[in-house]
Every structure is written in C-alpha cells, then in structure tokens.
C-alpha cells in the first residue's frame, strides 16, 4: 500500500524508500499495472497502479493506493462507511441508498457478508496493530457482536495510528493497515504488526 500522491510514489518508487513486502528488500521502478476504473462517491477515476520490482527477489508487486482495496472496484471510504453502518444495524440496502449504490445492492451485500465472515479474523488483525502502535492503550471492550467488535477493533488501530504516525483519512488508514487485503483475507494473508 501506497499513498495516493503519484509524485511522492515516484520519488520514493525510484530512490529505493520503498520496502518489498515478501523479503523487506528495495522495491524499484516496473512499468504500470492494467487500467482499472475506481468508483468513488463523487464519480469514477480512472487510473494505473505503478508497478515495482523487487532488487533483491526480483518479484514484482502492484503499488496499490491507500484509497483501494485489494480486488475491489469500490473505494476504501465507501467500504468502511458501509461497514461502520453495519455494526450500527443498517441493513445492506439502506447502505446501499446512502451510499449511492442502490442499482448495486448485491455489491455492499457481498462486502458485508465477507466482513461478517472474517469478523473475529479482522478483530483480531487490527487489535495486535492497535496494541503494537500503542503498548499502553486501554484494553479494547467488546460489544458482544463479531462485526461490531472488527469495526471497533479497526477504529482503535486508526486512532493509535494516527497518534503515531499523523493523520490520514480513516478508511487509507484501515487500508493500509490491512495491506489493501481487508475484504479478501482468504487469498491474501493480513500484514502482521511489527515485532509479531
């Protein structure tokens, strides 16, 4: 994960800042990804994600912006929006309508339905990074409902992250911490929190 500001990628793509995630060697200039259409909630963006090569195990990996995740067509905010509104109770097509989404119902529905199922998983993720950024935070109470806890969960880690590192938009904040994977955990494993 990246952040969304192409120049500052670059820059960082090209002087070697940023780290491969399979070994941690420096990741280096490798072309583009394919076109991809992101939908946000003012209109849909084109864009293609850069591409960057591993100087050590020569693997290559998509730098994905902190406003995507992984597999998704919608963007990060739309995404935790609707998994905020969950955990208050909203059903999917009242989301959905919020969202400007309701031609596409099924969508939000599937979002929740693999959050839901992955719940204590995500809890569990984004509890350790909360702990790991901040050792002295207050133990994290539960609700009582899994999606409610994750959601939690996801907030506490936000917030530790901002106090450690500045601020960022909640939903590039739970996408980064997530490594883009927080929807499709199955086939991409979660990063672990330094020192776990």
Known sequence: MVGTDDG?????????????PGCGGALGPWGHARWRV??????????????????SCRRTHVLLGDH???RRRDDADKIVC???????????RRIATALGMRKVA??????????????????????RWAYA???DL??????????GDAVEAMAVAARAA?????????????????????????SYPLPAPPGL
């Open 138 to 147: 207050d133990p994290v109470a539960p609700h009582g409902d899994p999606v």
């Open 8 to 20: 500052a990628v670059e820059s960082d793509l090209v002087g070697g800042r940023l780290a491969c």
């Open 162 to 186: 901002v106090q450690r590192h500045g601020p960022i938009p909640p939903s590039a904040r739970v996408a980064r911490l997530s490594g883009g994977a927080l929807l499709c955990h199955t």
């Open 68 to 70: 995507s995740l992984i």
């Open 106 to 127: 099924e969508t939000v529905r599937g979002w929740l339905r693999a959050f839901a199922k992955a719940a204590e998983v995500i809890r569990v993720h984004f509890t």
């Open 82 to 92: 609707a998994l905020v509104e969950r955990a208050q109770g909203a059903g999917y």
């Open 133 to 135: 950024l901040d050792p």
């Open 38 to 55: 992101l939908r946000r909630r003012a209109a849909e963006v084109r864009l293609r994600p850069r591409r960057g090569r591993c100087r």
